[in-house]
């Protein structure tokens, strides 16, 4: 599937940016002209243009995990929109500027507003403690996940770094199969041609959900 460009009337846009291939997200209400931003890299001129060019309010920073490839872009948006939110779980805190002060902590089961479309907060912790997704309903593209380093195309994110576990991702990983097959999987960064893919289509092909067991997650190479 090809990137997600920014089109008038989408509620979803990506971008990829920086050395790390990360993926950035735009969600865009299109009636009340209200936006949020996911996992924000640095050099964020391509979608903060189309955002202004748009007439749009960027309200909400809504973050995975809190590894630098996610979050450089943190400080440059909080000093240019000083009203905005920053949304991230409790567990991730400890890796982000302790002079921010427009955080608020989310959990499992949270649902935030941008504008009429709503972001559920699925807690899928694996990569790192405090890891979640993002469950977006009503949107322009249908029912879309983004997945952060969770849930890669073919492929789940690394557990040997700092508060990373794979048993917590073999379970993740076991609760995100239980969603529609139709739900389109948005992940944090390009690895694969592919810019997206659907769960049906990663139930079929991707190794990490063959896994019976945490210990055969580890196992692949």
Avoid at 90 to 119: A, C, K, P, V, Y
Wanted: proline share 5%.
């Amino acid at each position: 599937m090809n990137i997600l460009l920014p089109q008038v009337g989408q509620s979803v846009a990506q971008f990829e940016l920086g050395d790390y291939k990360n993926f950035v997200y735009l969600v865009m209400d299109w009636e009340t002209r209200e936006a949020g931003i996911i996992d924000p890299q640095k050099d964020l001129r391509a979608p903060l243009g189309f955002l202004k060019e748009n007439q749009f309010k960027l309200s909400g920073i809504f973050i995975t995990h809190t590894h630098s490839d996610h979050t450089a872009g943190v400080t440059e948006l909080v000093q240019t929109n000083p009203n905005i939110t920053i949304y991230v779980h409790q567990d991730e805190l400890f890796r982000l500027d302790q002079n921010l002060h427009s955080i608020r902590t989310i959990q499992e089961g949270d649902s935030i507003s941008i504008g009429q479309l709503t972001l559920k907060v699925l807690h899928t912790p694996g990569h790192s403690q405090g890891e979640c997704c993002f469950l977006l309903k009503g949107a322009s593209t249908g029912l879309t996940l983004f997945t952060g380093d969770t849930l890669f195309i073919r492929d789940c994110g690394r557990t040997d770094f700092e508060t990373g576990n794979t048993l917590s991702m073999f379970q993740s990983l076991q609760r995100l199969k239980t969603l529609p097959k139709e739900t389109l999987i948005l992940p944090g960064h390009h690895y694969q041609p592919e810019c997206s893919s659907t769960l049906e289509q990663e139930l079929r092909e991707s190794p990490v959900f063959r896994c019976q067991s945490a210990h055969e997650l580890e196992a692949l190479p």
